[in-house]
């Protein structure tokens, strides 16, 4: 069974940047694409980035397009979500998740492994 090890999350002014970090165990991390999503306060858990299995596609949900970057290193089993100019409104707990397809699905339901998040919190 597939672990994900979501990390990075802080406490953070607007206009600051964070990396987040997803370390998966196993070896099949390659063969998968990997997904971020992040779930706010009283809010369903939304679609954020993903990225092929080589890194050579991604997407991004239209509110951090040009602001966050997806990235992946096969060879560390890791994925990386960077967040430059975040706003209050980024503020959210921010999950790493595996799929099994690819165009990315929006959906949560699509993906059969997550980590266990971590809080990013933008102050104004």
């Known amino acids: 069974q597939v672990q994900l090890v979501d990390s990075g999350g802080g406490l953070v002014q607007a206009g600051d940047s964070l990396r987040l970090s997803c370390a998966a165990s196993?070896?099949?991390?390659?063969?998968?694409?990997m997904a971020w999503f992040r779930q706010a306060p009283g809010k369903e858990r939304e679609f954020v980035a993903a990225?092929?299995?080589?890194?050579?596609?991604?997407d991004y949900e239209f509110s951090v397009k040009g602001r966050f970057t997806i990235s992946r290193d096969n060879a560390k089993n890791a994925a990386y979500l960077q967040m430059n100019s975040l706003k209050p409104e980024d503020t959210a707990v921010y999950y790493c998740?595996?799929?099994?397809?690819?165009?990315?699905?929006?959906?949560?339901?699509?993906?059969?492994?997550w980590g266990q998040g971590t809080q990013v919190t933008v102050s104004a």
């Open positions: 998740a595996r799929s099994n397809y690819w165009p990315p699905q929006r959906d949560p339901d699509g993906y059969d492994a």
């Open positions: 196993g070896r099949t991390f390659g063969y998968h694409p």
């Open positions: 990225i092929s299995t080589d890194g050579v596609s991604t």
